[in-house]
């Protein structure tokens, strides 16, 4: 019979303390669904790979997600979709800041902007000042002014390609077991097998 235990905790110490309860040389599969590693700055997302390798053992798994690139108009309007909803969750960000900062943003003054940093290979989210402004963020104890125009970087969303997929993977410890890819929407779930 099969016990389930949860544990709530930062994904790295949550991790490290189920992997210190195996017994019996149990092998684990760890989970990191979504895309959610693409969120991760440039070169953290192997760092963050390597410390989930070095707390597996060998044969351990780990299901990795990633998004990947695609046509620019599709990740375009993916993040910038016709009912504004992906507008709504960005500007959302500086809803919060008034409620539980005690600032002042006027969020008729924002415009979501979405666009594509090729360097990066990533989609970037921004909130775009309409006018020139001072934004107060009382319990921050600062103002913010802004430019007509100039943006405030909200989120990052790097797209791998399946190459680099696995080579991130070997770089981290780990070898490709196998990937599957949804083709209406090119997303991969990876196997990845602690080495």
Not at 53 to 72: E, H, N, T, V
Not at 95 to 118: K, M, P, S, T, Y
């Amino acid at each position: 019979m099969r016990r389930h235990r949860g544990v709530e905790r930062e994904y790295l110490d949550g991790l490290g303390e189920v992997a210190a309860l195996r017994t019996g040389g149990a092998s684990l599969l760890v989970l990191f669904l979504g895309s959610t590693i693409g969120n991760f700055d440039s070169g953290a997302d192997a760092r963050f790979l390597r410390e989930v390798r070095s707390i597996l053992a060998p044969g351990d798994s780990l299901l990795l997600g990633a998004d990947l690139l695609k046509p620019l108009e599709r990740m375009l309007d993916a993040y910038d979709d016709p009912l504004g909803v992906t507008a709504a969750f960005n500007l959302n960000l500086l809803g919060r800041i008034n409620r539980e900062l005690d600032g002042d943003f006027d969020l008729r003054q924002f415009e979501h902007v979405a666009r594509f940093n090729e360097a990066t290979s990533s989609i970037e989210m921004h909130l775009r000042s309409k006018r020139r402004q001072v934004v107060n963020v009382r319990r921050g104890g600062f103002a913010a002014p802004f430019a007509a125009d100039e943006t405030v970087w909200t989120e990052s969303s790097h797209k791998y390609t399946r190459r680099e997929i696995a080579k991130l993977a070997v770089t981290c410890g780990f070898r490709m077991e196998a990937q599957w890819v949804d083709d209406e929407w090119p997303f991969a779930e990876n196997l990845l097998v602690a080495v």
